[in-house]
């Protein structure tokens, strides 16, 4: 059981990037799926986060300017990042609860690195 993240990158302030991170290997069901950054020299913090039922929220730092979405289907969960600031900059993490093998599991994506920067 694994989550892989990916579509982290260099973009320029005022672009968009897109995270996904799929989770994989057996898992029976997945409740609430987020999002968290931690940048250089800072604790991590919650970017968003969206429940099985499809209702996000956000930290007024990105609200209006992210979007998080997932297909249950895929076991995937998106981040739309539009209007990037050089303050975005870190990495970021993808966090499921997920429930394979009779439990529950609080499983984490490797991090994938968004540098917003001219």
């Known amino acids: 059981v694994q989550l892989q993240a990916s579509g982290g990158g260099l973009v320029q302030p005022g672009g968009s990037l897109r995270l996904s991170c799929a989770a994989s290997g057996g898992i029976f069901s997945i409740r609430t799926m987020r999002w968290y950054r931690r940048a250089p020299g800072k604790q991590r913090d919650l970017v968003a986060a969206?429940?099985?039922?499809?209702?996000?929220n956000y930290p007024d730092s990105v609200k209006g300017r992210f979007t998080i979405s997932r297909d249950n289907a895929k076991n995937t969960v998106y981040l739309q990042m539009n209007n990037l600031k050089p303050e975005d900059t870190a990495v970021y993490y993808c966090?499921?609860?997920?429930?394979?093998?009779?439990?529950?599991?609080?499983?984490w994506g490797q991090g994938t690195l968004v540098t917003v920067s001219s």
């Open positions: 966090n499921v609860d997920a429930f394979y093998g009779l439990a529950w599991h609080d499983l």
């Open positions: 969206i429940d099985s039922g499809g209702k996000p």
